[in-house]
């Protein structure tokens, strides 16, 4: 009997070690695949790229000259996790639009007979997200460090896994709306912008919040975008075990659970 219990348990360890590498074999095939189109059109992704610079560029002078003293390590240590964090949020948050136009050429469907798992499917999709966002932080980090940007390269790193992790769950959200709203798919651009800007401004993003009513700083606590912001300016100057920073990857997580929960069940209802 204990020779029969101790065969069952290997296999089941075996079992479950071979659906592991599965999944991530069905992710990495995704992905790839995802990935190709992205490739072959090298201008939007440049376009893509020099955006935040835009940004910076317009945005962090005026930051400079009306409020210069807000800033206690330079404008630019804060402003600067901000557009990275910016820019994540505006990718993941669209590439639902991506599987709305999937759902029109039905590529989607035949996606969908293939014996790839339909886990697969969404986190390969929301993986792909982070290769072109990677790429403009690393341009955004390479042009303003000889502006006044101080460089510490350890808390960039986990600054940067941290955001992988927040735009894993927000990709997810996008795409459990785009498959709510398949049959009208204007909905999902109303949907997505009346949720971005909210989200944006009681970040503390773009302006600190401490110089704001009340009541924005009260709503800004129940925002996990704001403790992402705020998570990501402690990590690029280098304080990596801050408290600021452990509620960052608290809300990240968090994110990245419900939105992977709510996309995998979304997906699954799609196949039926």
Not at 110 to 138: D, N
Request: hydrophobic share 55%; proline share 4%.
């Amino acid at each position: 009997m204990t020779t029969l219990t101790a065969s069952a348990f290997d296999l089941t360890a075996a079992d479950e070690s071979q659906a592991r590498r599965s999944l991530v074999r069905d992710i990495r095939i995704v992905m790839t695949r995802e990935l190709k189109p992205v490739l072959r059109d090298p201008f939007s992704l440049l376009f893509g790229m020099i955006q935040p610079l835009v940004f910076l560029a317009l945005f962090g002078p005026l930051l400079s000259g009306s409020m210069g003293g807000t800033f206690g390590d330079g404008v630019w240590q804060w402003f600067v996790p901000s557009i990275l964090v910016m820019t994540t949020l505006f990718g993941t948050s669209t590439t639902g639009a991506n599987l709305l136009f999937e759902f029109q050429t039905g590529a989607h469907e035949r996606m969908l007979v293939t014996p790839l798992s339909r886990s697969s499917l969404l986190v390969g999709r929301a993986l792909k997200e982070m290769v072109p966002l990677f790429g403009q932080a690393v341009i955004v980090i390479a042009v303003m460090t000889p502006f006044a940007f101080d460089l510490h390269l350890g808390g960039a790193l986990v600054g940067l896994a941290l955001l992988a992790v927040f735009g894993i769950g927000l990709g997810a959200f996008s795409y459990a709306l785009a498959i709510a709203v398949r049959k009208q798919d204007w909905m999902f651009w109303v949907v997505q912008q009346t949720f971005l800007f909210p989200l944006m401004i009681l970040s503390g993003m773009l302006l600190p919040l401490e110089t704001g009513p009340g009541w924005m700083r009260v709503a800004a606590k129940f925002n996990p975008l704001s403790y992402v912001v705020d998570a990501e300016r402690t990590l690029f100057s280098g304080d990596v075990f801050s408290s600021a920073a452990l509620w960052g990857w608290v809300a990240a997580i968090v994110t990245a659970i419900l939105g992977l929960t709510v996309g995998i069940r979304a997906m699954l209802r799609s196949a039926n």
